[in-house]
């Protein structure tokens, strides 16, 4: 089956701009996540959604990133206007609901990434 | 609140040898805990999981984890390292019971040499 895709796979803007990043999920996936990965870091969950509602966005940094899965598939991430420490890679991941896979939680299937550079 | 501790940013052996990543967690309920890996320009790929079965975890590429309890550890380790085991690994957790939101540590880059 295919992967999670992400595009673009880079992007240099320069602050205050705004930038966009789309995510397409693994067919048939409920829940959709985007991770947010700052050079040296582990990823770290920006928001959450199950289907097209969000689950969990309590880190996602609503002033200025916004997210949106309308019809339940595909999810696109903007920043606006973008700042120098949103420098990073941003990672889109898929799974189905909890409880299907064994063992009671879903497995979390990564893109590859994009990677934002902000002058 | 949950957290995950990797100890050593950086590891590197000789090919052929032992590999031990380690991974500490804290979390008040029973956890899922999981290690991915990374190489370059990629995303994170799942190498095994641990979900209340068996403590004794085998994932792909030769590589297993072994939950303890008592120790809140979940160290991951292949018997004999291959050049292409080069990249970074990160362990996870999540609780059970919630929406899988996965917790990661910083990571361990590995690196094989000759």
């Known amino acids: 089956e295919a992967g999670v895709a992400q595009s673009p796979r880079y992007k240099i803007i320069e602050k205050r701009q705004s930038v966009a990043f789309w995510c397409n999920p693994i067919?048939?996936?409920?829940?959709l996540y985007w991770y947010q990965q700052i050079l040296g870091q582990g990823p770290k969950l920006l928001i959450q959604f199950q289907n097209n509602g969000v689950v969990d966005d309590s880190q996602l940094p609503k002033d200025r990133f916004s997210a949106e899965r309308l019809k339940g598939v595909d999810s696109t991430l903007k920043i606006q206007p973008a700042k120098l420490e949103d420098s990073a890679v941003y990672l889109c991941a898929s799974g189905r609901p909890q409880g299907r896979d064994a063992g009671g939680t879903d497995t979390q299937y990564f893109g590859p990434g994009t990677r934002l550079t902000v002058l | 609140a949950q957290s995950v501790t990797q100890l050593g940013s950086h590891v590197s052996v000789s090919e052929g040898a032992l590999v031990l990543l380690r991974c500490n967690y804290s979390?008040?309920?029973?956890?899922?805990l999981f290690w991915y890996v990374q190489y370059p320009n990629q995303g994170l790929q799942l190498l095994l999981k641990y979900t209340s079965a068996a403590t004794l975890v085998k994932g792909i590429n030769g590589f297993e984890a072994e939950f303890k309890k008592s120790e809140t550890s979940f160290h991951l380790t292949k018997p004999s390292a291959h050049m292409s085991d080069a990249a970074e690994y990160f362990c996870a957790v999540s609780e059970t019971g919630g929406y899988n939101k996965l917790i990661f540590g910083a990571g361990t880059r590995l690196a094989v040499h000759p």
């Open positions: 067919s048939g996936h409920a829940t």
């Open positions: 979390s008040s309920v029973p956890p899922y």
